[in-house]
């Protein structure tokens, strides 16, 4: 009698591939903002190859779900320090310092990136999880194991964090800017100039405009 096998597995096959074609991206994405692109094709093909051996416990929609896979392999299978490493290097190759004129709202994202960088490892997830991911508190929290309440709080503790990062990041800008005035024969001391409404009239850097610390979705 002919195996009945492929008839009857075509339907998960068709099932994984959608899942697979809809939330790769995605995957490998948070996998990258975690711990770098070179680890993150290793954790999508290790977060898939888990996907179809226990696709009948995969739910919709399937992206929470794979987003705590991933954030298991990257856990069990790479040290924290390397992580973390990887993660800075990251960030940095997508947020390289500006120079010349430069767009507002690309010099805005990049005080943000390199906000997201300073941070602790956990306030990073939570934000990747709800700002880059676009879940809401309730799936990001089944992605890291917890309850909807503590991800909020969670949440709110990581955005006060990203928000004090980029004021540091903003005053330190403003010291080299000095810095670069002074060597170039600028007045000594001088503030290098702050960007936004009120600005020059403040004397002191503004903390950029970041969408990511939107408590919309809190």
């Known amino acids: 009698m002919a195996d009945p ?76 320090e390397a992580r973390r490493e990887a993660c800075t290097a990251e960030l940095a190759r997508w947020a390289p310092r500006p120079s010349g004129d430069i767009a507002e709202d690309v010099a805005e994202r990049l005080a943000v990136l390199r906000a997201m960088a300073a941070i602790p490892e956990g306030d990073r997830e939570v934000l990747i999880l709800v700002a880059w991911q676009g879940l809401s508190p309730r799936e990001a929290a089944r992605v890291v194991g917890c309850s909807p309440a503590a991800l909020r709080v969670r949440l709110h503790r990581a955005r006060r964090r990203l928000l004090r990062a980029a004021d540091a990041g903003a005053e330190a800008e403003a010291e080299a800017g000095a810095g670069r005035a002074e060597a170039t024969g600028g007045p000594a001391g001088a503030p290098a100039p702050a960007r936004g409404p009120g600005a020059e009239a403040a004397g002191r850097p503004v903390r950029p405009q970041m969408g990511i610390v939107s408590e919309e979705r809190a």
């Open 5 to 80: 096998a492929p008839r009857e597995r075509a339907p998960d096959e068709r099932r994984f591939t959608a899942m697979y074609d809809a939330c790769r991206q995605r995957v490998w994405a948070y996998a990258a903002a975690r711990a770098g692109r070179q680890i993150a094709d290793e954790v999508v093909s290790e977060t898939f190859a888990v996907a179809w051996r226990r696709l009948a416990d995969v739910p919709d929609p399937p992206l929470p779900w794979l987003l705590g896979v991933a954030r298991n392999v990257l856990r069990d299978g790479y040290r924290a």
